[in-house]
């Protein structure tokens, strides 16, 4: 008979946690990268996984949950939004996102690593599906440099980031974050994924202090996301305004977007900006 | 080198997908009842986790969501609970909810397997608190007799079961669930524990079928849940009235609910009735 083999993701210190698991059905692509390792795998249940340094990116079953929170909330927190600026996201998730409000004229992706791009386009069509938009335009490089090199540009930036572990550990300080308030246009707005609040708790609240440093306000918010550790994850919202996100955004747009999305709508919009006592606590 | 033992739990169909994978620090417990398998194990990051039938019940570090939910949610839509009927819950967590609302008299927990609730007393202090309160009367024994033998006689009545697998699965027919309803006081509220609807959405619709059948009114919602597979689990409330679960519950008492709690507050009371799209669309 022959051998099982299984995956299951080393959560921090690697040794006493795991985070998904699950059966390796086919290994379809492997190569390692200047920046990592870069594995696509299949699974019956997930479907297809890409794994960037063992840590789980996304599974084709779940990545949706991440792609909608990540994007929607601060999209619809703007004033018809013209210019986007995505920072990581080699899978294409976000921009694909992103392209589904009208208002939006321009997406740049700033990967760098672009065999993520490559292995996204061969392995994931329906995350990749948006490279090839005309409003799409993708420049590979360190997302630090891009942000300092563009002022007042964009009306969105959402950082769409690994771990603060590797490559990305530079997109979770506060100079970082002081370069994208000032890349945002005047009534512009960041959001970045933050971790787990359940498992990575202070991971979470450095990182949310970061950006309340870097901007007039901030807040946190939490979805679900099961094919990450503990499937409950976080996202923080800055703002160069006073504005509430959790009430203070298109509702006529949000409920159009959330015709074409699976998880997202305005009450699960309304509804992730609050927060159980043991995070409030530590904020 | 001494070899490391790690514990998975298999999803479903058990060999395609995993829950919750941790190091096996310690084997405290292990015994065989006539019912299940009972095992107490200890893991440095999540603490002692009990596992019946190798299905995570609980870990010390993440059992506060369920519990939080289980419980605080129907007992807020219920003006003034004394008589709380729990049905499983044999770890105490439940028990442990119910008797921080000063209006609870009496708590009943019907349990078909007693060897659990002497291994929670033995290994989970900080869960079988409640089992020595002259509140609690513990009855050893079926659930779905018990119901059927008490007629009008409970306020809230919530079924804190493993999953629809083994011993338990009696306790998601419509059959059980018309007996519930009888069971309840006329303004009595009826919650359970419904299954992961991100990885067991087919369960969920099923099950909350059922309750929808047997009550006047049903809603669902949802929470957090890391120890259980996927992260998000579900929850069903089955009403004798066509009040609404997520705005027409004892504020006040939630406020002081909320400062003995990690997870429950108001807001996220009212808010995990937000229900995603993929959901709605199948209820």
């Not at 708790?201 to 007039?216: D, E, H, P, Q, T």
Request: charged share 25%; aromatic share 12%; with cysteine.
């Amino acid at each position: 008979m022959e051998k099982t083999h299984w995956f299951t993701e080393r959560f921090e210190s690697r040794d006493v946690v795991g985070g998904l698991s699950f059966r390796i059905d086919e290994i379809l692509f492997e190569a390692k990268t200047p920046y990592q390792r870069i594995r696509v795998l299949r699974n019956d249940f997930f479907g297809k996984v890409m794994l960037l340094d063992d840590i789980v990116m996304l599974t084709e079953k779940d990545e949706f949950y991440y792609h909608d929170m990540l994007m929607h909330v601060p999209l619809l927190c703007v004033d018809n939004p013209e210019k986007v600026l995505i920072i990581g996201g080699g899978d294409g998730g976000s921009i694909r996102e992103a392209l589904k409000h009208a208002c939006v004229k321009k997406v740049v992706l700033c990967e760098i690593d672009e065999a993520v791009i490559n292995a996204s386009r061969r392995f994931f069509p329906s995350l990749s599906s948006g490279f090839d938009d005309e409003r799409v335009e993708l420049f590979i490089g360190d997302g630090i440099e891009y942000v300092k090199a563009h002022k007042q540009e964009f009306d969105c930036i959402c950082i769409d980031s690994t771990d603060p572990v590797g490559p990305a550990i530079g997109l979770f300080t506060s100079e970082f974050y002081n370069d994208v308030c000032e890349c945002l246009t005047p009534g512009g707005v960041m959001c970045a994924q933050t971790e787990s609040p359940a498992w990575s708790l202070k991971n979470v609240v450095r990182i949310y202090g970061n950006i309340a440093k870097s901007f007039k306000s901030a807040h946190l918010y939490t979805a679900p996301s099961p094919c990450y550790p503990s499937g409950l994850w976080s996202y923080s919202i800055g703002l160069k305004s006073d504005k509430n996100p959790a009430k203070d955004f298109d509702r006529q747009r949000a409920r159009q977007i959330a015709k074409l999305c699976k998880y997202y709508n305005p009450e699960i919009h309304r509804s992730a900006f609050a927060l159980p006592n043991y995070i409030q606590e530590k904020l």
